[in-house]
Structures are given as structure tokens and as C-alpha cells.
T-cell receptor, first 108, second 112 residues
């Protein structure tokens, strides 16, 4: 069965430090993965998708099929990055399977 | 532009009472619609999804049901709420080959 695992429920780093939010998936085929973010008092929204291979707000995520991972990284964390982050895997035609989420806190 | 609405924003209900949460989408037609529950420590759990009027797929067996009486309306219901139904309920939509989902503001349900 397709599954997404985010091993860290909470992650706290200092401003300016690198941040990495881990995501591992299980999927027999070519996966399609997303990172969603929910800032305080805002709606859950798409941050980035692996097929775009883009950097959004300084974040990047590389799909590693060998390690079945899609970790989200940013070299220098900012206070406004504090949020809840979800990794998601496309299942079937239009469904998404979400991980448990990681609450990221950036300390000043 | 497309927008998605949910109401009510918050709801406190006694155990055993009925439930009706509504979600509507504007600015698009024939969207795929989704209901999720967001619980602390359990992430986002897909409850139901619909690819068209009257078409509902249930992802997990539970005390809830969903209906899609109109193209852009998705309703989450229960005949008798349980304590375990408490949580944050999110509605989402997408369309076509773009798998990105757009989420509503959510409804915080507390069952006492």
C-alpha cells in the first residue's frame, strides 16, 4: 500500500540554520510527490511539487528513488518558515496520501 | 478565480446529535471534491472524494457520510456524532490533470 512517512512530528531550528524535513514514501511505480504547508491562521497550500524541480521560498526537494525519499530542504531558515509541513503522494488518478506532518519552529 | 468555502467555521455538538458540514466551490465546473480530517499526530486523513454529482467514494469506514447534491457542493454528514468525530475537517478540490489540491478554511468540530 502507498504510504508517506514523516518521522519528525516536531522540528525546531534557529534562524539562519539549515533545515531539513524528512519524507519517505512507499510506492511501486513512478511516484508523484508534493510538499504542502500550513502557516498559522492560513489555509493548507501547495509549497512545491517534485516534477517542477523548482525552488519556492528558498525550499527545494529532490526525489531520491533509491532511498524512496523526498526531503524538504532550505539552507538558511527564516522565522516566517515556521509552519506545519505535509508531504503528499499521488495515489490513483486524483487522490493524495498525506504524511503525518511536521511542525517546524524557527527560533530567533 | 476559483474559491472554496466551508461552513460553519466552528461547531460544538453534543454526542448523538446530527452533523452537516457544507463545502462549495466557485469559479470552476466539474471539480473533484475531497473531505479530509486533520487530527493532531495523525496528519491528514482522506475521508471521502467525489468525481461528479452523486458519485461518492469512501476511504475509511466510519460514522460519517458524504453527499454531492450539486456539481460544486459537497456535504459531510452524520446521523449521530461520536466523541471520536471531533477534529478539524477540510474540504479540497482539484480538476483535470493538475493534481494540486486547493483547500478550504476548514471546520473545527468539537463533540462533547
Amino acid at each position: 500500500a502507498q504510504r508517506v512517512t514523516q518521522p519528525e512530528k516536531l522540528l525546531s531550528v534557529f534562524k539562519g540554520a539549515p533545515v531539513e524535513l524528512k519524507c519517505n514514501y512507499s510506492y511501486s511505480g513512478s511516484p508523484e510527490l508534493f510538499w504542502y504547508v500550513q502557516y498559522s491562521r492560513q489555509r493548507l497550500q501547495l509549497l512545491l511539487r517534485h516534477i517542477s524541480r523548482e525552488s519556492i521560498k528558498g525550499f527545494t526537494a529532490d526525489l531520491n528513488k533509491g532511498e524512496t525519499s523526498f526531503h524538504l530542504k532550505k539552507p538558511f531558515a527564516q522565522e516566517e518558515d515556521s509552519a506545519m509541513y505535509y508531504c503528499a503522494l499521488v495515489q490513483g488518478a486524483q487522490k493524495l496520501v498525506f504524511g503525518q506532518g511536521t511542525r517546524l519552529t524557527i527560533n530567533p | 478565480s476559483q474559491t472554496i468555502h466551508q461552513w460553519p467555521a466552528t461547531l460544538v455538538q453534543p454526542v448523538g446529535s446530527p452533523l452537516s458540514l457544507e463545502c462549495t466551490v466557485e469559479g470552476t465546473s466539474n471539480p473533484n471534491l475531497y473531505w479530509y480530517r486533520q487530527a493532531a499526530g495523525r496528519g491528514l486523513q482522506l475521508l471521502f472524494y467525489s468525481v461528479g454529482i452523486g458519485q461518492i467514494s469512501s476511504e475509511v469506514p466510519q460514522n460519517l457520510s458524504a453527499s454531492r447534491p450539486q456539481d460544486r457542493q459537497f456535504i459531510l454528514s452524520s446521523k449521530k456524532l461520536l466523541l471520536s468525530d471531533s477534529g478539524f475537517y477540510l474540504c479540497a478540490w482539484n480538476r483535470g490533470v493538475n493534481k494540486e489540491q486547493f483547500f478550504g478554511p476548514g471546520t473545527r468540530l468539537t463533540v462533547l
